[in-house]
Nanobody, 126 residues
Framework: QVRLVESGGGSVEAGGSLTLSCAAS?????MVWFRQAPGKEREGVAA???????????LYADSVKGRFTISQDKARNVLYLEINRTRPDDSAMYYC???????????????????WGQGTQVTVST
């Protein structure tokens, strides 16, 4: 089991930026950021897939492409999510998840992942 602890959430005005962090007990082949807004399903927004044999591949949901950037510090086992040009619909609890399999296919499905953090809240105001 991989232990995951998210941090960096908070309140930000629309159009601003925020960087979330996820401290992991290990770096796995697939590390994903999910988010869940009240009354909505949890959705995968960004993933980084890296088994060490090939360059890491970053994957994004269409709704966040161009605004979100996922990265990782493998030496420190930290996953990041940079959120730029924030919008009110970015408001949600953000979670990181880990899997030892590569991300594709199915990285956006929360049911695939067993290891989760407790989440960090992002609130975007107008």
């Amino acid at each position: 089991q991989v232990r995951l602890v998210e941090s960096g959430g908070g309140s930000v005005e629309a159009g601003g930026s925020l960087t979330l962090s996820c401290a992991a007990s290990a770096t796995t082949s697939c590390m994903v950021w999910f988010r869940q807004a009240p009354g909505k399903e949890r959705e995968g927004v960004a993933a980084i897939s890296n088994d060490g044999r090939f360059p890491a591949v970053s994957l994004y949901a269409d709704s966040v492409k161009g605004r979100f950037t996922i990265s990782q510090d493998k030496a420190r086992n930290v996953l990041y999510l940079e959120i730029n040009r924030t919008r009110p619909d970015d408001s949600a609890m953000y979670y990181c998840a880990a899997d030892w399999r590569l991300c594709e296919p199915g990285w956006r499905r929360p049911g695939r992942f067993d290891d989760w953090g407790q989440g960090t809240q992002v609130t975007v105001s107008t």
